[in-house]
């Protein structure tokens, strides 16, 4: 491999928003270039819905009937078991879309079927192994990165640079954007249990004084998430597995019977939850998307999908002139506002809502401890006493602010000969 390469434009980082980016402008003839540090995309995801307004994109770009022949669950409401008392608080079947369920996939799988038709286009490539370590500048602007490979330091210049590298984001730091942190007083932990005959098949949560616990039925598991307050693992550990048992079963009694397959702590893991968002998400030559751009809370399960409205709105805004040889890389800064300015709104008002649900909700909830007993806030008694009401919800959590729309819908086919990802 050759210790430089050139190209229109260079995704760093294989999640949703690169991958989506990356298939968006391959398929209107851009050249684009991928890079992902792994070799696979088997990572431990905590992102594993596909919201309706994603499934809606999929719709347009064609794919959706192939995206559903994966392996999936559909969850068709939200329920949530407070203090005992099961209620219903989203109702997705009212929603007037393609697809009126959340579609409960393993993030691999996903990102594996964007790559499969990302490579049937002959001027999409993706190169796994490779780590994004630093940013190339030149004329005062971004102007390519550099990586490292299994065969050593690689540079690679482009016209554009997007940095869609996640939280912890590689590009945003190496590019010096300020960040304002918003607040986490919360962190996840992360685990499977099993399923057993008998269970039900909803999806949902649990409330009771001092817990939150969210359980996602995937047919074959559950896959669970347990709230607590932020830097509390330490005096969990200390506790021990069998008090964590026992705090899981006083949440969850469906659990009391299988708890113990969480052998160890390595079963359990911890999702340090941040919530931050970029002053500015861009620089000339450079564009920051998705988490890298705007880290989200777990709670509504709405990242991936955000992430992957920020690769469309890129797409809509960028490609004309990205497709265009003609034009300069300067001429591209102007549009890189766009994009900020198209995406601002929506992240803005969903993490408000979030830094809401953490600071009102959540937190007064873990601390009860079982001091006081839960009642059932007046809001959930109205989703449970009038059903109408349920697809307000469903259309937060579901479709979201300002959900975007794929605009060239006309785009050529890929080759019929798919490429093969770059990989060692």
């Known amino acids: 491999m050759p210790n430089e390469i050139h190209t229109r434009c260079c995704i760093a980082g294989g999640g949703p928003a690169g991958m989506m980016l990356g298939l968006l402008l391959a398929r209107v003839g851009i050249d684009v270039l991928v890079l ?12 594993d819905t596909v919201h309706p307004s994603t499934l809606e994109l999929m719709h347009e770009l064609g794919l959706l009937q192939a995206l559903l ?38 993030q ?22 490779a780590e994004v370590t630093g940013l190339l500048e030149s004329d005062e ?50 685990m499977r249990l099993p399923v057993t005959a008998g269970d039900p098949s909803t999806t949902g949560a649990r409330l009771d004084a001092g817990k939150f616990f969210v359980m996602l039925h995937r047919g074959s598991y559950w896959q669970c998430a347990y709230v607590i307050p932020k830097g509390g693992i330490d005096a969990i550990h200390a506790r021990g597995l069998n008090a964590f048992y026992a705090e899981l079963t ?15 702590w390595d079963d359990i893991k911890l999702l340090s939850v941040t919530v931050d968002r970029l002053e500015r998400w861009w620089k000339p030559g450079l564009l920051c998307i998705g988490d890298a751009a705007h880290a989200m809370s777990p709670i509504g399960g709405v990242g991936i999908n955000l992430a992957i409205q920020d690769a469309v709105a890129a797409a809509n805004i960028l490609s004309k002139s990205l497709a265009n040889p003609q034009v300069r890389a300067e001429a591209l800064t102007p549009l890189l506002q766009q994009v900020q300015s198209r995406r ?6 969903t993490q408000a809502i979030q830094v809401a649900i953490q ?3 959540l937190v007064p909830l873990i601390g009860k401890q079982g001091k006081q007993a839960l009642t059932v806030p007046w809001p959930l008694k109205l989703l449970n006493r009038w059903p109408a009401l349920r697809k307000l919800p469903a259309y937060a959590v579901g479709i979201g602010v300002q959900p975007e729309h794929i605009l060239d819908r006309q785009a050529h086919a890929g080759s019929q000969a798919p490429a093969q990802p770059i990989s060692k």
């Open 359 to 361: 600071n009102r909700v």
């Open 36 to 47: 992902e540090k792994h070799g696979d995309f088997l990572r431990d995801f905590r992102g």
């Open 141 to 190: 602007r971004i102007s390519g990165v550099r990586a490292n490979t299994d065969d050593g330091t690689l540079k690679i210049y482009a016209d554009l640079v997007i940095g869609a590298d996640g939280r912890h984001s590689i590009v945003r730091k190496a590019a010096g954007l300020a960040v304002r942190d918003l607040g986490a007083p919360i962190d996840v932990l992360w």
């Open 69 to 106: 022949q994966r392996p999936h669950d559909k969850a068709f409401q939200l329920t949530i078991s407070v203090a005992g008392q099961d209620l219903t608080i989203a109702d997705f079947s009212r929603l007037r879309m393609q697809c009126n369920f959340i579609a409960l996939m393993p």
């Open 344 to 349: 601002l709104f929506p992240a803005r008002i």
């Open 250 to 264: 006083a949440v969850a009694p469906l659990f009391a019977d299988r708890v113990q397959a969480l052998q160890s």
């Open 108 to 129: 691999w799988d996903f990102l594996d079927f964007l790559r499969d038709h990302a490579v049937t286009y002959p001027n999409f490539r993706l190169l796994q192994n």
